[in-house]
């Protein structure tokens, strides 16, 4: 699949590719996408493995969650690696239901907590944001270091902004008053 694409994918040639007769391939998936899914399946626990190793790291609340969402599109970035199709292949994203939808709100749930800890005013929306935020760094960005320190820059920016802001007397001293 990461050669041909998952439009490009056939049963045939994924049972070929495995070394397995297509009738072993389809008594265990109905079809391609059931295949793909649970490749996904097996690669989630190291994204949110990636994710958590950085939301749990030392420093403000934008470090950890740029650092956690970077080791996190890194890992996917690394598993995706010299595939034509990667693009196509990170956008079926939305068609692999529970399994990443799972993935995606634990990732957010840390997110709000490390916000809501951090003074954000609202927590559940910007961790929704940084996420759709990062996920079109990642999907538009070809360059793995490019992309990390995009997403670093992004979390940076938006948190301590929306963090500053929600402190009257930070946003004084920034001022200069």
Known sequence: MLRDGLRGATMEAIAREAGIAKATLYAQF?????????LVVSLRDTLLAAFEDGIDSDGSAAE??????AAHYLALSQ???GSPHASELMSEHK??????RDTDLAMQDRMTTALAQAGATA???LARL???ASYGIALKTRDEETMAAHIRLMCRHVIDGETI????AHAEIIQGN
């Open 30 to 38: 109905s079809d391609k996408d059931a295949v793909f899914g649970a």
């Open 64 to 69: 950890r969650i740029g650092s956690a969402l």
């Open 79 to 81: 598993i995706l690696e």
């Open 95 to 100: 068609r692999l239901g529970a399994s990443l």
């Open 123 to 125: 927590p559940a929306d």
């Open 130 to 132: 940084l996420s759709a």
């Open 165 to 168: 802001a929600a402190h009257p």
